[in-house]
C-alpha cells in the first residue's frame, strides 16, 4: 500500500507562490507516476499536472501552464510543484495521486490513479 501526504500549502497573495510537496511511503525509484489534482468548493476534481515515473515527461493543464512546475526527486520520494504567479482561481484542495500504470496522455484523467493523498489547502486571496 502506496501512502502519499501532501503539504506545503496555505494563504497567499495573488501574484505569490508556493511550492507543494507530495511525499511517498515509497516510490521504488521511478516506478510510480505522479499526478497533482484540484478541487475547489462545488466543483469537479480537475488535473493540474502529471510527470511521468522517471520525470523526463510532463503535462499540465492549460490553465496552469507558464505559471506551474512539476518535478520530482525519486531518492526523496517526493514529487514537488512549484506554484508562480497565483490568481484566486487557483483556489482549491490540492491532492496528489500515484500509480504505477499510467498513459502519459491520459495522466491528467483522475481516474486513472489508484493511490490519493488527503489533500492540502491552497487559498490564493488578498
Known amino acids: 500500500q502506496l501512502q502519499l501526504v501532501e503539504s506545503g500549502g496555505g494563504l497567499v497573495q495573488p501574484g505569490g507562490s508556493l511550492r507543494l510537496s507530495c511525499a511517498a511511503s515509497r516510490f521504488t525509484g521511478n516506478y510510480y507516476a505522479v499526478g497533482w489534482f484540484r478541487q475547489a468548493p462545488g466543483k469537479e476534481r480537475e488535473g493540474v499536472s502529471c510527470?511521468?515515473?522517471?520525470?523526463?515527461?510532463?503535462n499540465y493543464a492549460d490553465s496552469v501552464k507558464g505559471r506551474f512546475t512539476i518535478s520530482r526527486d525519486n531518492a526523496k520520494n517526493t514529487v514537488y510543484l512549484q506554484m508562480n504567479s497565483l490568481k484566486p482561481e487557483d483556489t482549491a484542495v490540492y491532492y496528489c495521486?500515484?500509480?504505477?500504470?499510467?498513459?502519459?496522455?491520459?495522466?491528467?484523467?483522475?481516474?486513472?490513479?489508484?493511490?490519493w493523498g488527503q489533500g492540502t489547502q491552497v487559498t490564493v486571496s488578498s
Open positions: 510527470i511521468s515515473r522517471g520525470g523526463g515527461l510532463t
Open positions: 495521486a500515484a500509480d504505477p500504470y499510467i498513459v502519459q496522455a491520459q495522466c491528467l484523467m483522475k481516474s486513472e490513479y489508484i493511490y
